[in-house]
């Protein structure tokens, strides 16, 4: 009889494997290798309180995504969050405060929750959170960045506070990255990425993979290149096309096969570096990890989403606590439904199944129409 699945059990083993493989990768900088095995030992810590939770019938989920800004200064090409309208030119109205952002913190570590994701817009417009980030040594805070506004403070922010690892999009070499993200951006991140090196400082990059430089960013020349500038990361991320215009660039079967193939080959041949894929390494985990399964969403307004692809809300962190908001009835509607567990064509099942995530809202809201 096969074994049942247990997301709990992955996505612990899961933050485990991050955290010892950068040990690894760190064992000849004596600074960043003292913080990495003195969070090996807050996540420890914070793996026993999920399972103590788990045993008491409450999951806790090692992961948050935070949006601490809506604004952002690039166009990039098919930007899913600018089509959905949570990324803007302007400044915010209404978004959580730094004082706000710090009270997310402290719960989620009181929690447990071992990694919180900084996202956007761009996250690095807002220093303010993320100087509160760098004081809570006890959470791994990626930080996912266009590199734009990295300057003199925030090198020496990250080099007081380890906690905050850059994580820097990048779309392959400079041709197709300033054809996506805009001219000149591609020798700013190199910029950005000798400059910590120099500096002995960990960081990754952010790879959004589609139909058009799936060969390149997989090949050996390009993960060479990051890996020598001091790359310890490369996330990649399945375009998902928000637009009909766009859908020629999400990756299709023969893509999303290639890509599967190439990351368990570089987890092979090239351990220098680690590998994550989404969703591919959700898909063979058992299905979508969004909605508090493995993580969830907190949007630049305070409201919890499944995650970024599905910004769908029933709750708000301004007048809710964390622990609360992880269990809102949409969040519970779909862990004990089937659409996380569906197949999909790729990118994202809630955004793909979209219809059947609004049919769950009108239910809890009462709604019949």
Known sequence: MEKEFNIQEYMTQGVERVVSD??????????????????????????????????????????????????????????????????????????????????????????????ILLAGGEPMLRRDVIEAAGRKKSILFPIFTNGTFMDERYFDLFENSRNLVPIMS?????????????????DRLIKNMDELHERGLIFGASVTVTTENV??????????????????????????????ESSDLAPKEAEREYLKAEIARLREERPQMVYISFPGDEKSSGGCVAAGRGFFHINSHGGAEPCPFSPY?????????????????????????????????????????????????????????
């Not at 990048?170 to 805009?182: Q, S, V």
């Not at 500038?229 to 998902?240: P, S």
């Not at 659409?339 to 009462?366: A, F, P, S, W």
């Open 313 to 369: 809300s029933d709750v708000n962190i301004r007048n809710s606590s964390l622990r609360d908001a992880m269990h809102s009835p949409l969040f519970m509607a779909l862990q004990s439904g089937d659409i996380l567990l569906d197949d999909h064509e790729g990118g994202c099942v809630l955004y793909e199944k979209r219809e059947l995530v609004e049919q769950l809202m009108r239910k809890e809201n009462g709604q019949t129409a």
């Open 22 to 115: 950068a040990i690894k990768a760190t064992l000849k900088n004596p600074k960043e290798s003292a913080f990495m095995l003195s969070f090996a030992k807050a996540s420890a810590s914070a793996s026993k309180k999920r399972k103590k939770a788990e045993k008491a019938g409450e999951h806790i989920p090692p992961f948050l995504i935070a949006s601490i800004t809506s604004k952002c200064n690039l166009h990039c090409a098919g930007c899913y969050s600018r089509c959905n309208h949570a990324t803007v030119d302007s400044e915010p109205v209404s978004q959580l405060t730094n004082e706000e952002w710090g009270r997310i913190f402290d719960e989620a570590d009181e929690l447990g929750i071992s990694f």
């Open 215 to 244: 060969r390149e960013v997989t090949s050996d020349e390009f993960l060479s290149e990051l890996s020598d500038r001091g790359c310890k990361a490369v996330i990649f991320v399945e375009f998902v096309p928000v637009t009909e």
């Open 170 to 186: 990048i779309e392959g070499k400079k041709e197709i990255t300033d054809a996506r993200r805009g001219e000149g951006i591609y």
